[in-house]
């Protein structure tokens, strides 16, 4: 921590500190906990369902403070502000539950991507954006036509359609829940003229693909029969997709 940049968090001695004290100023109330980075860092405790404490972290070329929202292991909101005022307002608007436009609203500053926007419409609104832009991935690899051919054979299956679809490495799978993490439901190896397509299920973390633990194990010769195999693998009344994430 530079002291010259940040002279009120070295006189307080923790950003944990200056915050409490910064809140009191405002006749605010918070809980501040511990950060992950220690003095320099700090965490501002959320009462609504679902939200993670505001991560708080400082700039270290300048001064600014920097926050980040999550909810279920997703980033719904971040923002940088020179002014230690408004990032307490954060953490109370964000730890009461308001909206992401509403925070938007009161603090400019704070951004929510298009991903966070639709978590918080809904499981089925993020569901349709991420097969949106997967089937937008496999368009934009024609050289790769056995990818596309899977991607659209999936999407065509209503029971994989309403799961959480992503890419890893030209793999496609399909998880039960939007959050993280969350355990995959089946996932699928793209084929080539020399080898079949590969359906695997498995109990492991989506996001470790290649240590998960692997429990069956399918061959076919084509993408249509690949997404029918994934189906008839799926645990029975698994989905549709939801917000929220495994209990580890």
Same mark, same amino acid.
């Given at each position: ?12 001695? @923790? &950003?944990g ?7 009191? !100023? ?8 511990p950060? &992950? ?24 070329? $300048? ?10 292991g ?12 408004d ?11 308001? @909206? ?7 603090l ?8 966070? #926007? ?18 937008? #991935? ?7 036509? !056995? ?27 399909? $998880? ?23 359906? #695997?299920? @498995? ?8 240590l ?11 993408? #249509? ?8 693998? &799926? ?14």
């Amino acid at each position: 921590m530079d002291s010259e940049l940040y002279p009120d968090l070295a006189a307080a001695g @923790s &950003l944990g500190a200056l915050l409490e004290r910064t809140a009191a !100023e405002l006749a605010l109330d918070i809980t501040v906990m511990p950060g &992950l980075w220690g003095v320099t860092s700090a965490g501002i405790s959320a009462s609504a369902p679902g939200r993670k404490p505001l991560d708080v972290h400082i700039g270290s070329e $300048r001064r600014w403070f920097g926050v980040t929202g999550t909810t279920h292991g997703i980033e719904m909101i971040s923002g940088a502000t020179t002014d230690l005022r408004d990032v307490v307002r954060a953490g109370v608007a964000w730890g009461s539950g308001k @909206s992401l436009r509403d925070l938007h609203e009161l603090l400019p500053w704070l951004e929510s991507s298009e991903f966070a #926007q639709a978590v918080e419409r809904g499981p089925a609104e993020a569901v349709d954006l991420a097969w949106g832009r997967l089937r937008r #991935q496999a368009a934009e690899a024609p050289e790769f036509p !056995e990818f596309g051919e899977l991607v659209e054979a999936t999407h065509a299956e209503p029971r994989l359609r309403r799961l959480f679809p992503f890419a890893s490495m030209w793999r496609v799978g399909f $998880r039960a829940c939007v959050g993280f993490p969350c355990s995959l439901a089946v996932f699928i190896t793209p084929g080539t003229e020399t080898r079949p397509f590969l359906v #695997q299920c @498995s109990r492991g973390h989506a996001e470790d693909p290649e240590l998960r633990d692997r429990d069956l194990t399918g061959e076919a010769a084509t993408a #249509q029969e690949a997404a029918a195999l994934a189906v008839a693998l &799926l645990p029975a009344g698994l989905g549709p997709a939801v917000i929220g994430s495994d209990d580890l």
